[in-house]
Every structure is written in C-alpha cells, then in structure tokens.
C-alpha cells in the first residue's frame, strides 16, 4: 500500500535525523502529496525512489575561522548539502544567517530539487549556509569571513558539479569575495557561482529574477480568476533583494504595496511604500526598515515583524523566511479578503497556514513554484557562461517570464490530473517529483 510506504519512509527518516523540525516538515509537505502518485506507479517503490530521494546525496560539514577587525578570532560552521545530481549539476544558494543548522540547509536542499524540476531546466538540487551573523561587520570582515569559507568550499562544487548562488545574507558583494577567491585558488575562471557581479560573468536579470518571477507566477493565478494585479493592495514581508523585486514589478503591474518589513517590524502606508527610498536603506545603506518610517512621513513602523499579515489586502507575497506565516496570520489573511498568496520565500507559510489557504481555496502559489523565477535565471545565467555570450535584459525577462507560465500550468494541470484541481501544492509537488524520479529510474541504481 502506498500510504505504508510513505509513512514507513517518513518514519525512518525522523529515526535516523532527531531534531530536524525544518527537515521533517518539507519531507511532510511533499510527500503527503505523493500517496496517489505510488498508487499509480508501483515500480517506484520496488526501485526504493521514495527512500533514495528523500536522503541527500552528499552532506559536507566544515568549519570557518576568521579574525575580525579587533583581532579577535571566531569559528563559524559550514554546511553544503549535495541533495541529488539526477536533472544536473547540484544547484542552489548560499545561507549567511545565525540560524542556520543541518535542519535548515537540509529543508532547503530537499525544496530546491524540487523546485529546479519545474524549472524544465537541467538543474540538480543542493544548498549550503553558514551560521555566520553577517549584521554589523565590515567589507573587511565579510571579505575575510566570505575566503576563509571558501577555502574549504572549493573542493567541492566545479560549473559541472555544484555551483552555489545567493539566498538571505548573500548578495553581490559576498559572491564577488567567493567567487574571487575560488578562481585565485582553483586558477580557473567558469560559471562556478550564479548571481555574480555583471562585469564578471553574472546574468543581466539575476538580480531581479526571484521577485519579478514570483509576481508573474502570481499573475497567472489571477488570470484564472479573471484579475490582476491593477488597482490592487499587496502585503510583502521582508524587503531585502527578493522583496525589493517583487515589489517593483507588482507596482509596475499597477498594484499599491502598503507594507513591508525586516526582522524588527514593519512599515505601512495607505499610499503606497516609496520603493527608491527603501532601495537606498536597505541596498545601498543597509539600514533597518524602521529607518525607512522616519524618512517618509506617511509611514508608519510597528516593532515585530508578525503583525503585516493583520493589514487588510487583497495579495500576499511572504518574502523574508520560513515559517513566518502561521494558521492564525493565514485566517486574518483570508477573513480581511486576500485573494492570492504567492510565496517569494522558501516555505514560509506553516502547514496550519497552508491548510487555510487550501480550505478558503484563494489562489495559493507554494514557494517551490513561485520562487523559481531565481534559479531558473541562475540556469540562464549557467547557460550564457558556457557559450561565453550574453543575452539582453529584455531576452532573459522573456525567458524568465515564459518558464514562469510554464511552472504554472504545470502545476495547475497536474493537481487537475490528479484530482485535486486548483490545489498549486499538489500540483508542484507531483510534477517536481515525477521527472527526478523518472530519471533516477532511467539511472538503475
Ligand atoms: P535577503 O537577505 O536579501 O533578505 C531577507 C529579508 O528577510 C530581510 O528583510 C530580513 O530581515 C528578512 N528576514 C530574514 N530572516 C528573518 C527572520 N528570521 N524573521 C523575519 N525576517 C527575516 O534574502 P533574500 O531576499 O534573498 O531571501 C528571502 C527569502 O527568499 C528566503 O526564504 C530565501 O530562501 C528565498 N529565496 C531567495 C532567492 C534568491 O534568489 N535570493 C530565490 C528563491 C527563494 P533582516 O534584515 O532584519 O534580517
Ligand atoms: O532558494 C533559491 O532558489 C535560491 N536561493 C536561489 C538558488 C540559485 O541557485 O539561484
């Protein structure tokens, strides 16, 4: 029976990884989907699929010393977990943030495999973080932290074999440190990182690709609901560069983003938030949100990050962390009128919240589907190093937009073939799993 299965699968992945909450609920979410998908396709479990893609490939654990301005010496640890080479290269970001742990990176490696199959690209997935606490260090300290990780990093990903990007902590500045550190050590220059700088090699668009994907992929779930994003109020957690992004193209959609927020608090304005004034804080600045409130006389910042989703709106883009939406910001959500909720992050609606949404059946993006836009940029990005020529902005958003479509009628089509129309999650999880497990079954073992 494929319900033993799963549960039998799921039971021994908690035995063997105690104290893996983060872990545990991204193995839940997808596989909960998958029950009918072994009822159909019973040579998955005689090739053990289920018990060989939940357990990463390869896990490398090291650690980072570095000396800060005052000549004190730290030790951070570091994390790359190579989750599954099946579809490519292991793919995805870097994590600086003082939370991060094997949970963590693990919750994301499993979400990222996923999520470069419905990019339609050739993408393995992987991911990698430190619990380094880059707020308040110096260029220097970044820079010295950033050679001193990557002088163990190195040995292990090459443009054929892993090739790390950015995700919270990790910007332009951080992959220029690592990336030019790796060419110094390796003395070779390939595309071994994504979202670099544009002058080295990055993609025109990178950038931007996370947010601006995350509001096309929105849109498409307003269309089959005959809307847009005109005249509508939009909610956006977060404001570093996938909030910054999502928020331009919603505005330039015709929508009015009311709040967004970081780690302390948010800010609301009834008019609108003056996107250049945010950049300049949080880009170039890096300031705090509540900086932004003494600035732009209209807004007004509340401490605690929690309290954005309790601002009536007709759309939702979650685009700071995990689990930073839970079932009771989901019902405030739903109960003021909210429409669509379109995930810019990794898995930041709780399972509570997720049921909520289902349950109310608004427009429901999970973050697999609707924040693929960066990496399939970061595959775009591979893809132009390898020619050595560089595309427009204009042909890389063209791009980007049509694989955008593409997730999400793969998704919409396939929660509809499995009986559960509408339902994204289902959808996403379904066709992501499919096509990695076909191709491990193409492998043999
Ligand atoms: P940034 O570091 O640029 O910005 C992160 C934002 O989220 C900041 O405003 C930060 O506030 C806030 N935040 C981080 N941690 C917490 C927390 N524990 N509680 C509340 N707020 C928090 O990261 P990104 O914009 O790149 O990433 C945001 C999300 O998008 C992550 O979930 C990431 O995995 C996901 N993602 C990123 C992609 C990319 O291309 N960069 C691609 C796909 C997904 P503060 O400054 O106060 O910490
Ligand atoms: O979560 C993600 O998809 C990312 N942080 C981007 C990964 C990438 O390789 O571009």
């Known amino acids: 029976m494929s319900i033993q299965y799963v549960t039998r699968v799921v039971d021994t992945l908690k035995r063997r990884y105690p104290g893996e909450p983060e872990f545990h609920q991204a193995v839940n979410e997808v596989l909960d989907s998958l029950t009918p998908v072994f009822e159909k396709n019973k040579e998955f479990e005689e090739a053990g699929i289920l018990e060989r893609i939940v357990e990463p490939e390869r896990q490398i654990i090291f650690s980072i010393p570095w000396v800060d301005d005052a000549g004190k010496v730290h030790v951070n640890r570091g994390i790359r977990v190579q989750y599954n080479s099946a579809l490519g290269p292991y793919k995805g970001g870097i994590r600086f943030h003082p939370s991060v742990n094997t949970s963590i990176i693990k919750f994301l490696g499993f979400e990222q495999t996923f999520k470069n199959s419905l990019t339609g690209l050739m993408l393995g997935g992987g991911k990698g973080g430190t619990d380094f606490d880059p707020k308040g260090r110096s260029d220097n300290e970044i820079m010295r932290f950033c050679q ?4 163990e990093l190195y040995r292990h990903i090459d443009a054929d074999t892993d090739v790390p990007a950015g995700d919270i902590g990790v910007g332009a500045r951080e992959i220029g440190y690592m990336f030019g550190h790796y060419k110094r050590i390796r003395n070779v220059f390939h595309g071994v990182f994504t979202g670099k700088g544009l002058l080295y090699g990055g993609s025109i668009g990178r950038k931007e690709a996370t947010g601006f994907g995350c509001v096309y992929f929105c849109n498409e779930m307003l269309k089959d609901r ?72 209209s807004a007004k910042y509340t401490e605690g990050c929690s309290g ?16 930073e ?58 893809s132009q190093n390898s020619m ?33 129309p509408g339902n994204l999650v289902n959808g996403a999880n379904i066709a992501g799993f499919l096509k990695v497990a076909r191709v491990m079954m193409a492998y043999g073992l």
């Open 308 to 323: 954005i989703w309790s601002i009536p709106c007709d759309i939702a883009l979650p685009c700071a962390t995990q689990n």
């Open 226 to 297: 005959q809307t847009g994003f005109e005249n509508k109020k939009v909610l956006i957690s977060g404001s570093g560069n996938v909030a910054i992004y999502a928020a331009e193209k919603a505005i330039s959609f015709g929508a009015k983003v009311v709040a967004m927020s970081d780690s302390g608090g948010y800010v609301y304005d009834e008019g609108g938030i003056n996107l250049e004034v945010l950049k300049r804080l949080k880009e170039l600045e890096r300031k705090r949100i509540s900086e932004y409130a003494k600035e732009v006389k």
């Open 325 to 382: 939406l839970d079932g009771n910001a989901a019902q405030a959500l739903v109960k003021n009128g909210c429409i669509a909720v379109a995930e810019g992050a990794n898995m930041p609606s709780t399972p509570e919240a997720v049921k909520v949404f289902l349950d109310a059946k608004i427009a429901y993006g999970p973050g697999k589907a609707a924040n693929a836009g960066g990496v399939s940029t970061s595959g775009l990005e591979m």
């Open 148 to 151: 001193s990780f990557m002088t």
């Open 388 to 420: 050595r020529l560089s595309w427009t902005f204009d042909e890389v958003d063209a791009k980007l937009r049509q694989i955008m479509i593409n997730i999400h009628a793969t998704a919409r089509n396939t929660a509809a073939e499995y009986n559960t």
